[in-house]
């Protein structure tokens, strides 16, 4: 299962049945779970935790240190749970400081060039598509698709169920539930497609979509908005977590 010329630090701890593949390299504060597999000219580094039956292609390199000017050396940090598939040449960053942690949670596809720089927190079941590009301190929530070539603003927050397009450049957060696109980015409406697949019921779906004229068409400021959609939404957990979202955001959202 270890090939002949992959070099493995002795002190780097890799659970049963982990597969790695030629000239890849695995750094010595290294955790790798069951079942992953690792293919061939890869690197691992740093104080990095990867789960289980995770699958990482060629070249792909984990766990470097932060491209940022304030790292100024020391113990950093990245955590990666389990069944992602990180394609070939993917690069992902350690946090810049020992009081934080890049994190990828489970059953992401993190498709080939993309990057996810340090201190960026990813959810569940995202997809970002070739060479999409997240600065420092992204946050990135549940069942997002990010579109190929895409580039995302340090400390933006893209909401659960959002999608963006091909080439966008976010600058803003993205709200939950939406569909965005644009240089600089922004919001078409409900990802009426990705609620469906993910059998949200068309009366919520109808909410979503009051809301989104509320907050997007009427020309309110935010506070207005958000005291509309209130009132005149059916409350459930959607519309709830749009207006958490909206009201924590600290850079604004796209409008």
Do not use: W
Not at 18 to 38: A, D, K, R, W, Y
Not at 221 to 237: H, S
Request: proline letters at 2%.
């Amino acid at each position: 299962m270890i090939h002949k010329t992959a070099i493995i630090n002795p002190r780097a701890n890799l659970g049963k049945g982990v597969s790695v593949g030629p000239n890849t390299i695995i750094g010595e504060f290294v955790t790798i779970g069951e079942g992953t597999l690792i293919g061939a000219n890869c690197i691992i580094d740093g104080t990095t935790k990867i789960g289980k039956d995770c699958e990482i292609f060629t070249g792909a390199i984990i766990g470097t240190i932060a491209q940022d000017k304030k790292y100024k050396g020391g113990d950093t940090f990245l955590e990666i749970g389990d069944r992602n598939k990180i394609r070939e040449y993917v690069t992902i960053n350690l946090s810049t400081d020992n009081s934080d942690k890049t994190i990828i949670g489970n059953d992401n596809l993190l498709m080939a060039y993309s990057h996810i720089a340090h201190n960026c927190k990813i959810g569940n079941n995202n997809t970002l598509a070739n060479s999409a590009t997240l600065a420092g301190h992204v946050t990135i929530e549940d069942e997002v698709i990010i579109g190929g070539l895409t580039a995302i603003h340090q400390f933006v927050r893209i909401g659960k169920l959002a999608i963006l397009g091909g080439c966008s450049k976010v600058v803003q957060d993205i709200v939950p539930y939406a569909m965005a696109d644009g240089h600089p980015a922004k919001i078409y409406g409900v990802n009426s497609i990705g609620l469906s697949r993910r059998n949200i019921k068309p009366s919520t779906r109808l909410q979503l979509k009051k809301a989104f004229k509320i907050l997007f068409y009427m020309k309110l400021n935010t506070g207005t908005a958000i005291e509309k959609i209130k009132k005149e939404t059916e409350d459930c957990e959607e519309i709830s977590c749009l207006i958490k979202f909206v009201k924590s955001s600290e850079r604004g959202i796209a409008r």
